[in-house]
């Protein structure tokens, strides 16, 4: 853990990390949650950013809500999975979690 990892398109991921580096980066990430649609991924400021603009935009009530995370997967994020691949961009990542304690490694032992 602690590891810096260049990461590109094409990549699959061998651990779970947090990106430092990014650009135009985004991941597959269907192995581990269903998700068809490849994920944008960005460095946790940026991604905060994004967040609070979403937020000030949208107007309170239950139907807002559910329609603003039915969206949810429009805004990056900023953590890479293992099991998941790079489909474009590049960027830097730190190693947080290997093996057992991934998320993938989580789920094999749920199996």
């Known amino acids: ?11 699959a991921i061998p651990v779970d990390g947090l990106i430092l580096q990014a650009t135009q980066l985004s991941a597959n990430e269907a192995a581990m949650t269903g998700e068809s649609d490849d994920l944008k991924k960005d460095i946790l400021r940026a991604c905060n950013l994004r967040r609070d603009d979403r937020l000030k935009e949208a107007p309170l009530g239950k139907a807002d809500a559910a329609a603003m995370m039915h969206r949810a997967h429009e805004l990056p994020s900023p953590l890479l999975l293992s099991g998941t691949a790079i489909a474009s961009g590049e960027g830097k990542m730190v ?6 304690d991934s998320c993938i490694g989580i ?3 749920l199996i």
Not at 1 to 11: A, K
Not at 95 to 100: E, F, H, N, P
């Open 107 to 109: 789920m094999k032992q």
């Open 95 to 100: 190693c947080l979690m290997v093996g057992d």
């Open 1 to 11: 853990m602690g590891d810096i990892i260049n990461v590109e398109y094409g990549m």
